[in-house]
């Protein structure tokens, strides 16, 4: 983003002893990025449609299954990343993910081209169709997991990958703005292009967003001799539950001020810090618990001071991370209605030009992707001229939260006056793109940050892990927005099958209200936080400008 590093950047790659890694690998995982997202999503944004029209699924039941996937795309990179920071690091897991995202493209490809995998077509919203058999919804929903399990797994690993391929935190915070910058580009192509094919022809569609899926995995695999690559140093999470339990069995330990007490392992000495101070026994040496070596003989007694702060930090960043849940419940909830108030309004563009339906998201990908790049260039620059500090990352979060809850406002507003006409007449759906565009800069406020965020403050060891946690909230917030929904719709009138006859304007406003309340939230905790590495990157960064 900031060309100015360049050069710096560059300095850092040569000034280093080691050969892979740096700028020659940004186009390979670049592409990796372009070609899984422009798959899946391709597919996924979709799929409400898909099922509604080639599957006979009514309306809510198919918003229903779409959350259901888009939450299982979400939760799918704490797996990856699990796995790849214990066992097989980045590459390995982004090549087999992505090779099966492109056979999971293949079927859905086959299920759109063969009419014996799918039921015999009705007239969208009958009441009498033709439900799928379980041999064509098996077909289906591999097809769909096997999809999912490329673009939940593969995406975010993409972004850890690509910032381990420098050493500046300030580069890293660049790299990552251009990984969401390709995958937000990538996500207009997919709903341009790729959807607008599909309302043409559902095969042709699917086998483009195979050939693009192939696309980006034959190129990642070419770049193999570049990357720079990570071992896996064993899973961190027993490290956590080593504290957790070595804690347990020294809860009644007396603390020590002592340094010397305290067991180190092979990093420097240091004195455990005062907060969540009970936590500081886990680190206590007794007896029988070190050998005259200095290695560990009971391992599940006691553990090194390093790795009782890294838990405190997890447990620092825990509200933090629930805060973003009830942030991103109203986005899932809203982007899962936007497609069907957008099917039964007017779409025309011109007298001749009928967009699909979810080809709205565009709206969203371009504000986004279009904001990431104002923030970056223009209004960062501006706050640090202004006020000669560089906003943190939780405070462009916060902005992100104030977008949010406008949108919902607005698209309380604007249902509200689609209703009233909706016996008259079907509203244009460019009415939709008011709102849109605001979830977009919110977006840009808020998503990028959040990963930033992460990324800068887990502990090492949960490098990959750190990454995953957001997409890991967003999964929760997709299932919650099920819940919410099924709830909704069981005690109340306000979700129908035929929006018309519902009053989803009501559902807005409740989701307005659930965003200030989770912002209030979202603002004691970011207040209370304190930061473990942003006075570190700060002082690298102000060292380098010298």
Known sequence: ?????VAGEDAEVLSSNRKNGGWITFPFVMCAVAGLIISGYGCLYNMTVYLIEEFNVKSISATQISNIVNGFVSLLPVLGAIISDSYLGCFFVISVVTFISFLGTILLTITASLESLRPTPCVVGSNVCESPSTFQFTILYAGIT????????????????AANQFDKPKVQSTVINWYFFMAYLSTVVST????????????????????????????????????????????????????VISYIRKSKVSLSSNIKDYYHGSAEAIMPKASFRFLNRAALKSEGDIAQDGSIIRPWKICTVQQVED??????????LSAILFLCVPIAMQASFVVLQALIMDRHLGPNFKFPAASIFVVVSISTSTSILLIDRILIPVWQNLTRQTPTPLQLVGVGHVFNILSMVISAVVESKRLKLSHDRNLEA????????????????????????????????????????????IGFAYYTSTGITSLIQRDTSWLQ????DGRL??????????G?????????????????NLSKEVNDDSCSDK
């Open 430 to 473: 460019v009415w939709l793109v008011p709102q849109l565009v605001l979830v977009g800069i919110g977006e840009a406020f808020h998503f990028p940050r959040q990963l930033d965020f992460c990324y800068m403050e887990f502990p090492s060891s949960l490098q990959s892990t750190s990454t995953a946690m957001v997409p890991l909230i």
């Open 311 to 320: 838990f405190k930090i997890l447990i620092r960043i825990v509200p933090l």
């Open 516 to 532: 200030v309340l989770n912002f209030g939230y979202y603002l004691i905790c970011s207040k209370l936080y304190k930061y473990q």
């Open 505 to 514: 304007d009501i559902v807005y406003w409740m989701l307005a209200v659930i």
């Open 146 to 161: 096997m999809a999912a399990i490329g673009l939940g797994c593969g995406r975010i690993l993409l972004a850890t990958m």
């Open 497 to 500: 099958d035929d929006i018309n």
């Open 192 to 243: 341009t292009i790729i959807l607008y094919v599909e309302g043409l022809s559902w095969g042709w569609g699917f086998g483009l967003c195979a050939a693009a899926n192939f696309l980006g995995w034959a190129v990642f695999v070419l770049g193999y001799s570049f990357y720079k690559r990570d071992k896996p140093q064993g899973s961190p999470f027993k490290d956590i539950a080593r504290v």
């Open 1 to 5: 983003m900031d060309s100015s590093l």
